[in-house]
C-alpha cells in the first residue's frame, strides 16, 4: 500500500503547490502507516527531485518519455493509473488546478477509484474513508465518504500549510511506452506572460471593483501591488466590461482563489464574488459604502473612496518598506 | 458535426442553502433552480457555432441526467435555442454515475462534440466532463475558453497558467468549458420560449450503475469574526493591524 502523489512542474521547477500536495499526501500517509512515491512527468533535475523529499516523500518516480512534453490528458492518466497499480497505491493526491481537473477524473475512470475534488483538510475518517470539501461554490462543506477501495483527491490550492518531515528519497527513473492511439492533443501556439505572479499562486492579492469607476484609475492599485508583491485581480463586471482582463476574474465563474491576504477595493461582495474569495484566509476590504455586503466577509476594512484611500495606503507601505 | 451540451440543475447562486434530514441533504424548499452558469455559457457557444453556417454544425443537443423535477430548466435551455433534449430519469446521486450514464447515451447516438462545464456550482466537482471522455475512450481537453470550426475542424484555447495555448484534438471529443467560451449566457426570447414547448425531449431511463462518493453531512463554513474599521485617514493603523495582528505582510 502506499499514497500515490502527482506533482507537476512548470519548466523543471517545482512550486508551492507540488510542496503542500506532498505535505498533505504524508499527512494521509501518516494517518493509513504507509509510504509516499511521488511521480513527476516531465524533465526536472535530480537536485530539485529531492526537493520533494524535504516535506515526506519516500520514493520519487522521474518520468522523463519526450511523448509527454504536451499535457495529453488521456495519455498522462494511463501512465499515472499504470503507476498507481504498481505502487499498489490506496489514495493518489493530485492538485484541483487546470491540469488537476483534467486528468483525475480519467484516472478515477481507469481505476474505477472514486474522486473527493477540492479537498482542503486531511481526511475525518478512515472507515468510511471521508473527506472535507467545499460544496455551494464556498456556501457550505461537505463529508464526503468515498467507497471504492482506491482513493483520489484534488487538494485545493493554498489550502495546507507546508510541513517539512525530511526524508531520503529514492529516485527511480522510468521511461514508459505510451500507446500512441492515446496522443490526440496538439498544441499549435502558446502565448505566456513570464515574469507576473500568478493570481492563483498569490500569496497576497489586490483586487478591484466597479467602485475604481474607470480603467484608467488602476494605476495606484496596481502599485500597491507591485509594494505588496501581489497579484492583481478584479470583479465581474471589471472583466466583462473589459476594464481588465479576463484572467483577473476572481469570482464564482472566475477564478476562485485563497490567498494569504485579499484586498478588496471598491467591490460590493456580491455572492458570486465572494465564492471566488470566501477561502482566503484575511479580507481586508474599502469601499465607500459602509452597508456593502464585502464588510460582512472582511476581517478589516476602511469605508472611503478608492480613488483617496488608495495614494494614503501606498504611502504607509513605502513608510514601512523603508 | 451534432454537439451534445451536457447540463446540470443547480440551485441559483443567490440561493440562501438550508440543510434538511439533520444535515444530510440539501433543504429543497424555496430554491430557485437554474442551469448551470458554466454550462449556460456553454450552451451559448454551441449555439454561437451552430449560428455560423461555415461551421457545419447540424444540432445542438441538451443531456440532462435528472428526475421530473428538472424539466423547467431543459425547457430553459430548449427557450435559449437546443434543438432537442435528452433526460436520463435518475436522481443524479454522484459525478460517476451521472458521466456513466451520459457516456453510454453517447454510445448509442453519435456526436462528435460533447460540452461540458468545468465545474457545476453545487458540488463544485469538476469530474463528469473528464470522466464521460473516459469511459468513452475518447480525448478531452479541459479549461477551454473558446471554440471555432475552422474548415471543419475544432480549433481550441486551452487556458494554462499565465497564458494560453492553441489546442487541435479530432473528434469525437470532450471539450470541458470554463469563462471566456462565451460572453454573456444567452437569454430566451418569447419566440424561443413558445417553440420550447413542442421540441422533443427524449427520456431514457438509467442503466445500473453504483455511485462511488456520497455525502454523509452539509456544515456551514465558520463565522467570521467582525470586521474591524480603520479610519480612512489612518492606513497605517491597517498595516499595523495586518502586519501584527493577522501577520500577512
Known sequence: MSVLV??????????????????????????????????????????????????????????????????DSQAYASVISEISGKENASVIVISNNNTGKAIAPRISVR?????????????????????????????????????????????????????????????????PV???????????????????????????????????????????????????GAATACSRP????????????????????????????????????????????????????????????????????????????????????? | MKILVCISNVPDTTTKIKFAEGNTSIDTAGIQWVINPWDELSLTRALELKDDVTSGIKSVTVIHVGTAASE?????????????????????????????????VVKKEQFELIMCGIESSDYNGSIVGGMISE????????AVSDIKIENGQPVLIREIDGGKEVVNVPVPFVAIVQKGIAKEPRIAAMRGIMMARSK???????????????VVEFEKPAPRAACKFVDADNPAQLLDLLQNEAKVI
Not at chain 1, 526537493?51 to 522523463?64: H, P, T
Open chain 1, 111 to 175: 481505476l474505477k477509484a472514486g474522486v473527493g475534488s477540492g479537498v482542503s483538510r486531511l481526511p475525518l475518517n478512515l472507515n468510511p474513508f471521508t473527506v472535507y470539501k467545499r460544496v455551494c461554490s464556498g456556501s457550505a462543506f461537505a463529508h464526503l465518504v468515498i467507497k471504492s477501495d482506491v482513493k483520489i483527491l484534488t487538494l485545493a490550492q493554498n489550502s495546507y500549510d507546508l510541513i517539512e518531515t525530511p526524508v531520503n528519497a529514492t529516485i527511480e527513473n522510468l521511461n
Open chain 2, 72 to 104: 423547467p430548466t431543459i425547457r430553459k435551455a430548449l427557450a435559449i435555442g437546443a434543438d432537442d433534449a435528452i433526460r436520463v430519469n435518475a436522481i443524479s446521486s454522484d459525478a460517476w454515475f451521472v458521466a456513466a450514464q451520459i457516456a453510454e
Open chain 1, 178 to 228: 505510451v500507446d500512441g492511439s492515446l496522443l490526440k492533443t496538439v498544441v499549435k501556439n502558446v502565448q505566456k506572460q513570464s515574469g507576473r505572479i500568478l493570481l492563483t499562486d498569490a500569496d497576497i492579492v489586490v483586487s478591484g471593483g466597479r467602485g475604481m469607476k474607470s480603467p484608467d484609475n488602476w494605476p495606484p492599485l496596481v502599485e500597491l501591488a507591485t509594494l505588496l
Open chain 1, 238 to 322: 471589471v472583466s466583462d466590461e473589459g476594464w481588465r482582463p479576463h484572467e483577473e476574474h476572481t469570482g464564482q465563474t472566475g477564478k476562485i482563489i485563497a490567498p494569504n491576504l485579499y484586498i478588496a477595493v471598491g467591490i460590493s461582495g456580491a455572492t458570486q464574488h465572494l465564492a471566488g474569495i470566501s477561502s482566503s484566509k484575511y479580507i481586508v476590504a474599502i469601499n465607500s459604502d459602509k452597508d456593502a455586503p464585502i464588510f460582512e466577509a472582511a476581517q478589516y476594512g476602511i469605508v472611503g473612496d478608492a480613488m483617496k484611500v488608495l495614494p494614503k495606503l501606498i504611502e504607509a507601505v513605502k513608510e514601512i518598506k523603508k
Open chain 1, 6 to 71: 502527482y506533482t507537476e512542474n512548470w519548466d523543471g521547477k517545482f512550486k508551492k503547490l507540488s510542496f503542500e500536495l506532498v505535505s498533505y499526501a504524508t499527512g494521509i500517509a501518516k494517518m493509513l502507516n504507509t509510504t509516499v512515491t511521488a511521480v513527476s512527468i516531465g524533465r526536472v533535475d535530480e537536485g530539485e527531485l529531492s526537493r520533494l523529499g524535504n516535506y515526506g516523500a519516500n520514493k520519487i518516480i522521474n518520468v522523463n518519455n519526450e511523448q509527454l512534453a504536451v499535457l
Open chain 2, 200 to 214: 422533443p425531449v427524449k427520456l431514457i431511463e438509467p442503466v445500473a450503475v453504483d455511485p462511488m462518493t456520497q
Open chain 2, 135 to 142: 469511459f468513452l475512450g475518447i480525448p478531452s481537453v479541459s
